[in-house]
């Protein structure tokens, strides 16, 4: 079958199953804006710190990078009598090994990204962030793409079950990737495999520069989404767009969020954006967070 009748049908039945939860059948509870951020965007001088800081500043959710199989003991002892968990594992391509076309490379990818989600399980993460690949990491067409990962993330999907985690797909911008760039595409593979242990996430920032809307994409993919990355529109914290690009405004959350309180998300809302130039992180991060939290009440107050 083609990929674009493929995603043409995948995506008349997500719809479906969108409409379906709208109208039939209400989400248990309402969405909740659980505020976190990657690891390296937190001001301090050691985890320990940056958690402080988090959570003084109202957030729960702490993004790692990578596997940090080594830092285990040290995230555990950061986190321990605070309201901070761990969020995602920002885990990446692993240089596209898991889709290659040589045996010995994906062998090591899907060994890689195995390891990523025993970690995962380990500090209770919601999951591993996975991008199938970037630009140049794979020569492979679109529908070439999807075949493999058919045929290698149900085996993924269960070990990350077996770990207590899951594997998140996430959709990149044209200027990343020429595979997987908008919700509706990772939702089309979560839908065909079926499997709880393959899931997806959404990232603002690539979203306003491929979706049509924010609300349309999370409505899409509210089944299978767990995670979603917080940035403004030219990429750094909520609320700073305005210092960089003066005559224009705010990228807004309105919308987007709207659609997460809908479909009742719980999962994290996680800062993964860089800091407009002179200004303080210490002061900076909690000003977003403030505006954020204005952005959900202008998303949830009644019509």
Known sequence: MQRRRFLQHSLTAVGAVALNAQTHAAPAK???????????????GSLKEKVANLEKWGGCGLELGGDPSGRIAEVKEAIQGTGVKVSALCWGSCNGDLVSMDPAKRKAGIEAIRKALDTAGALESTGVIFVPCFHKQSELSPAELDKILWEILPAIGDHAKKAGSRVLLEPLNKGETFYLNRLDQAAAICRKLNHPG??????????GLEEKTDAAAFTAAAPWLHHVHLASRVRNLPGQDKLQQPDKPERSFVDGFRALHQIGYQDYCSLECGCAKDTDPMLAVPAAFEYLRGQWAEAIKPA
Request: aromatic share 8%; charged share 15%; with cysteine.
């Open 30 to 44: 309402p969405g909740v804006l659980k505020l976190g951020s990657q690891e390296g965007r937190l001001p301090g």
């Open 198 to 207: 393959i899931c997806l996430m959404g990232d603002f920032y690539h979203m």
